[in-house]
């Protein structure tokens, strides 16, 4: 088992910066790619991206740029720092991570990009 657990969402205006984090407890040394999905209100999840264990990165077309996965694995945190958000950028968001065989979610946390 694979426990997550995010922090860092909230309030910011259009153009601001927000950073999640995403700490991994449990069986971690199992752990593979680690990433983020969100889900706008009335809309279907999405991937926002991923990094690898070795940490080759890929991004979702309409974060490119703005957004930045690092990934510190003495402390088994991921981090999100999303620069330049947008309205569009609103909604939960989700810290995934693989093993080999499973997929493991965090409960996930609020971003509200408003004016």
């Known amino acids: 088992q694979v426990q997550l657990v995010e922090s860092g969402g909230g309030l910011a205006q259009p153009g601001g910066s927000l950073r999640l984090s995403c700490v991994a407890s449990?069986?971690?040394?199992?752990?593979?790619?680690m990433g983020w999905y969100r889900q706008a209100p009335g809309k279907q999840r999405e991937l926002v991206g991923f990094?690898?264990?070795?940490?080759?990165?890929s991004y979702t077309d309409s974060v490119k740029g703005r957004f930045t996965f690092s990934r510190d694995n003495a402390k088994n945190t991921l981090y999100l720092q999303m620069n330049s958000l947008k309205p569009d950028d609103t909604g939960v968001y989700f810290c995934?991570?693989?093993?080999?065989?499973?997929?493991?979610w965090g409960q996930g946390t609020q971003v509200t990009v408003s004016s």
């Open positions: 449990g069986r971690i040394s199992r752990i593979n790619t």
């Open positions: 995934y991570t693989t093993t080999t065989i499973y997929t493991y």
């Open positions: 990094i690898t264990t070795g940490g080759d990165s």
